[in-house]
C-alpha cells in the first residue's frame, strides 16, 4: 500500500484575483509606490509580496498619503469612493465583477423599495461593501432567526448572497425564509449572486473529499471562500487540515495508506500549490520507506 496524492479539479487563481493582480501590476509600472485599502486579496503571502513591489496596505483612506489608491477585489461601499475623490487621489478600482454584479443588485434593490438582505458574514469587507450598496438599507446574516425575531422586518425583502458561499447553505436560507416570514412580507425577491467559479470549486473539492482519506485546503485564514472549501470537506466526511503554507503540513497527519487530496482557495499562486505538492511527496517517500 502506498500513499496516493491527488488534486482537485478547480485550483489557484480565479479570474478575479489574476484581473486585480493584473490592475496592480500595471498601477506599479505606472506610478512606482501605492497604496491598497485593505489587502487586495485575503492572502498573507500574496499581500507580503506585493508590499516588496510597493503597494502598501492601509486600513483607512485617511492613511493614505500617496497619490494612487487600490479599491480590492471584494470592493468597497460607494462612501469610500466618495472620500477618495474628495482627497483627490488616482483611484485604481480591482473589484472583481462578480462582486460589482452583487453591488448592483443590492442598489437597484433599495432603489426599488426593497430592504436588502445579504446571507453572509456581516464582518465581511465584502458583505460590508454590499450593504453600502445598498445605501445601508440592509443587514447581513447567516442565521435566518435573525430575520424570524426582528421586531419592525420591513415587509419587501430583497435576498442575495455573499459571493463565496456555499450554494446549498444559500438554497436552505431562502427556503427557511419563504417558509418562516412569507405571511408577513408584501414581497421577497431573491437574486443570484453566488460566484460560478466558488460553485465549480467547491463542487470539486466535494467530489475529492467523498474519495480520500485526508483533505489539504490551501489558503488564507482569513479567507472566505477557502473556509466555504474547508467545511464542505470535513462535512464530506475527510479528516480536513486547512493550512496557509506548505511549511504549516505535519507528518503526523497521514498514514501510509492515506489517499490525499488537494483543493485551494482562490487567492492561492502556482508557486504555493508546486510547494504544497513536494511537500506531500517528501511525506510520501519517508511513510513509504517506513
Ligand atoms: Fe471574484 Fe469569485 Fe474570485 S467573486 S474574486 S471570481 S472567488
Known amino acids: ?28 509600472e505606472a ?27 492601509v486600513q483607512e483612506v485617511s492613511e493614505i ?6 479599491v480590492p477585489s471584494h470592493g468597497v461601499p460607494p462612501a469610500v469612493f466618495e472620500r477618495l475623490v474628495d482627497r483627490g487621489v488616482t483611484v485604481i478600482d480591482t473589484t472583481c465583477p ?5 453591488q448592483n443588485a443590492a442598489k437597484q434593490l ?27 438599507n440592509g443587514m447581513a446574516t447567516l442565521d435566518v432567526q435573525t ?14 448572497s455573499q459571493t463565496t458561499r456555499n450554494s446549498s447553505q444559500f438554497v436552505d436560507f431562502a427556503l427557511s425564509a419563504v417558509d418562516l416570514l412569507l405571511p408577513r412580507l408584501a414581497e421577497l425577491r431573491i437574486i443570484n449572486t453566488l460566484c460560478d467559479v466558488t460553485k465549480k470549486r467547491q463542487a470539486a473539492a466535494l467530489a475529492l473529499a467523498h474519495s480520500v ?29 486547512h493550512v496557509e503554507t506548505a511549511s ?5 497527519w497521514f498514514c501510509s495508506a492515506d489517499t490525499i487530496g488537494v483543493t485551494t482557495g482562490t487567492s492561492i499562486s502556482d508557486n504555493v500549490i508546486k510547494e504544497v505538492v513536494l511537500k506531500l511527496e517528501e511525506i510520501k517517500i519517508q511513510l513509504n520507506a517506513n
Open 1 to 28: 500500500m502506498t500513499i496516493d496524492i491527488k488534486m482537485a479539479d478547480e485550483t489557484g487563481f480565479c479570474f478575479g484575483v489574476k484581473r486585480a493582480l493584473k490592475l496592480l501590476e500595471h498601477a506599479l
Open 31 to 57: 506610478h512606482g509606490q501605492i497604496e491598497t485599502l485593505g489587502p487586495l486579496v485575503h492572502n498573507q503571502q500574496v499581500v507580503e509580496n506585493l508590499e516588496h513591489l510597493g503597494a502598501r496596505a
Open 65 to 70: 498619503i500617496g497619490s494612487v489608491a487600490v
Open 98 to 102: 462578480n462582486v460589482r454584479k452583487a
Open 110 to 136: 433599495s432603489a426599488a423599495g426593497f430592504c436588502v438582505v445579504v446571507f453572509g458574514d456581516p464582518t465581511h469587507p465584502e458583505v460590508r461593501g454590499i450593504i453600502g450598496w445598498a445605501g445601508n
Open 147 to 160: 430575520l424570524v425575531q426582528h421586531p419592525a422586518l420591513p415587509p419587501r425583502l430583497g435576498l442575495l
Open 213 to 241: 482519506d485526508t483533505m489539504i485546503v490551501v489558503g488564507g485564514r482569513n479567507s472566505a471562500n477557502t473556509r466555504c472549501l474547508a467545511n464542505v470537506c470535513s462535512q464530506a466526511g475527510a479528516k480536513t487540515h
Open 248 to 252: 504549516e503540513i505535519e507528518d503526523s
